[in-house]
């Protein structure tokens, strides 16, 4: 009996002891787990806090003053500083948003709205002594109050002559003067004037303007003081060659995969061929393409070429203007970019300003790689034939110490005769393609 007193007792006890164990373990767990809710609960009150804040500074902030540069533009339309065709959806019915900042430059901001480019430059952005604004804002202070349109025109005239040459610019002239008149009254405010001339001063609107009538360039499809908007183009690079990634480096032709389909590239090269007898033919003036390359030009979701930088797009005359003062000894000393070589005088030893290689044979040097590898056999052995002589004109150049004629003419004659039998055997091949 005594044992099992004893077994009774002990088992109490210990009963007891394990209670109080248990209680006292699931008192601090239950400690735990409320300090573990406040943690958690002041760590998401902190976050949603952070997103709160992050989602408020996403929509309010001004990555690219868009906001100053609104407020500027329109307080110089407003008070009649300025005019263009797109002032009065900017800063009356507000229908036109500088809302998507596609890239910001010293001298140019970009933006992008309903599929167009919007190029913002002048005193619309922030004073820099070096950028190109103060060089377009110092010379707006030759137009004052009372200019006449007589005189106008005449400043214009002395423009076009600096930059395309003496040749008769009657037909460009009378243009610009037509343009300037944004609101169709058949005169010209001092608004009006003032904002041409900011834009002629923006060597990427300039040819532009001249180039309206070519395919091959963006549509300009609106202007406000130095604001212009321009086509936006879909795709930009024809392709690009060089190695950025492993499988590039390994295959070395790996580029080729993503191209558009033979006939689409084709489209593409007429387009080429298009715009090469277009820029030479513009204006009574010749222009070359001093940077060639696939980077340069692009294509609409119709597969139509567009060219998308002109920074390199030269006159005749202001070629002359850059060479005549360099010295040289030898032709390749006489390069403007990477397409354009001019003549080297060398009983003077100074640059001549006569192109010796027009920028044709890079037409022709794009299209080899851009079509050639993959064209259909029908037509491969005559497409690579004929642009290989293209090419390789270059190399049967005349002697320029005896040639006294015009070298450009003497090459561009020979070029076109090839380029015109590229552009008819490209189109019986897609002639019947549609591409919309």
Known sequence: MRTRYLYIGLYRFLKRKVYRS???????????????????????????TFLSILV???LLRDPCQQTKITESLCQQYHEGAIAGSWCYDICVDRSIKLVHC???????????????????????LEDDPKSESKAVSSKNMVLKEGLTVSAFKLLIQDYLNQKLGHVNHTTVCDQLIEFADFNQDGKLSLGEATSVWQLLQIHEFFLLFLFQGSYAFPILNGTCGSLYAMEYVDVHGLYQNQ????????????????????TK??????????????????????????????????????????????????SESMLEYFMKSRNCLSDYECSYGNSCIAVCNRQTNRCT????????????????????HDAPRRIRPELGLLLSKCVHLKDRGLDTESYMGDLVSHHIIKHNLILNELKLLLWKEIKDVQFL
């Open 265 to 314: 590239r084709a489209n593409i090269g007429i387009g080429l061929l298009e715009y090469s007898a277009a820029i030479l033919e513009e204006a009574d003036t010749r222009f070359f393409m001093c940077d060639f390359g696939p980077m340069n030009f692009g294509y609409t979701s119709n597969y139509e070429l567009k060219v998308i930088s002109v920074r390199n797009i030269m």
């Open 22 to 48: 248990l209680t006292s373990l699931c008192e601090n767990v239950k400690s735990c787990l409320a300090d573990e809710y406040v943690v958690c609960g002041s760590l998401s009150v902190g976050i949603v």
């Open 353 to 372: 300003g006569e192109m010796k290689q027009p920028f044709l044979v890079g037409i022709c040097e794009l299209m080899k790689e851009y079509l050639l």
């Open 56 to 58: 408020v500074w996403l």
């Open 102 to 124: 596609l890239q910001q430059e010293p001298d140019v901001t970009t933006f992008f709205w309903n599929k167009a480019v919007i190029k913002v430059t002048g005193d619309l």
């Open 243 to 262: 190695p950025t990634s492993l499988i590039n480096k390994v295959f070395s032709n790996s580029y080729r995969w993503s191209l558009p389909h033979w």
